[in-house]
């Protein structure tokens, strides 16, 4: 059987699978969630990588090597922002053709270190080798804030308790679309677009908020809402039921791709907000103490159909395709 027939997904279970579950008595987390974590002498400690590849993840030609740099760290913290945690450490491993410029790779730094000097994260380390096409792999730890301190997880969604995203969905997917497709657009929106798929920031201190005010369950929207929010259900057995009316589109996507939107918000990937869950007063503290904007978009559920997208009559509501998935060609 092909990687391809398997699946990114299957691929993973299958490799959990053999992996099987560690006997390791501090080990609080293995495969399967936003990042590893174990419990430490002082706190929890967070370990995740994630490989940044030219053609798969980045289409050659569309990013500046700064704007790669920040971009595969900031995908890398965003795991972390997941689990609740904070990123302290970084690991990167280039694989570069030979003939590129070495001001390209420096270039490649310069935006990766903007980005870790602003989120206190130390690059300590790394590797170089010759490859036919570039790929970037980092790998962060980082940890809790106190020993106590609980992680946030995929697994601890329960029925009945609210869906909740932070921010605005969609820029992320119009600037890939923008880009690749090379859209115009006024200034404004391009500006957005761009800065939404290239320049993302993580959502460090909300990650830290959500699991203060009492949050046990996230995930960071890397794949897109429909797929991220089916890992939740998949990871803690339950369902989910969103309402497409409540998903908070960015403005400047729905006015410049209006019925396409609603499909780049729900399964475009890439925003880097964080998906929650929580009971209605949780959520409500989480919206009275976050800075940025927390829209509820719909409800976890018993059952195992995965996610259900609804209109506001509740009516089903049937989107084509569901978010990204490596191997399988969209
Ligand atoms: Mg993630």
């Known amino acids: 059987m092909k990687v391809s027939e398997l699946g990114e997904f299957g691929l993973i279970d299958l490799l959990a699978r053999m992996v099987g579950a560690s006997r390791d008595e501090h080990l609080l987390i293995g495969i399967g969630d936003d990042a590893a974590a174990w419990q430490g002498d002082t706190s929890i400690q967070l370990a995740t990588v994630d490989s940044f590849i030219q053609d798969v993840h980045f289409p050659s030609g569309t990013a500046s090597w700064q704007e790669l740099g920040w971009k595969a ?9 997941a689990m609740g945690g904070l990123p ?78 932070t921010g605005g969905l969609g820029a992320a997917a119009a600037g890939l679309e923008m880009l690749t497709k090379k859209l115009q657009f006024d200034p404004q929106a391009t500006a957005c677009f761009k800065g939404a798929s290239l320049h993302p920031y993580p959502r460090i201190a909300e990650g830290q908020l959500l699991a203060d005010q009492g949050v046990k369950t996230a995930i960071d929207l890397s794949d897109g809402l429909i797929s991220d929010l089916n890992q939740i259900c998949k990871s803690s057995q339950v369902s989910a039921r969103v309402e497409i009316d409540r998903v908070p589109i960015e403005p400047m996507v729905k ?41 509820v978009i719909g409800e976890i559920v018993a059952g195992r159909e995965g996610v259900t997208l609804v209109d506001s009559k509740g009516n089903p509501f049937n989107l084509g395709k569901v978010g990204w998935e490596h191997f399988i060609t969209r």
Do not use: W
């Open 255 to 295: 006015a410049e791709f209006s019925e396409k939107s609603l499909e780049l918000a729900l399964s475009g990937g890439e925003d880097y907000e964080l998906l929650f869950t929580g009971r209605a007063e949780v959520i409500d503290r989480v919206k009275r103490a976050a800075a940025c904007p927390i829209t």
């Open 73 to 81: 760290l900031a995908v890398n913290l965003s795991d972390i922002a």
């Open 88 to 165: 302290r450490y970084a690991l990167v491993s280039l694989a570069l053709p030979k003939d590129t410029e070495v001001d390209d790779v420096t270039a490649l730094y310069t935006g990766m270190l903007e980005l870790a000097r602003q989120y206190g994260v130390a690059i300590i380390g790394g590797d170089i080798s010759r490859a036919p096409l570039v790929a970037i792999t980092i790998t962060i730890l980082g940890n809790t804030k106190n020993r106590g301190e609980h992680i946030l997880t995929r697994s601890a969604a329960k029925p009945g308790e609210l869906v909740a995203v």
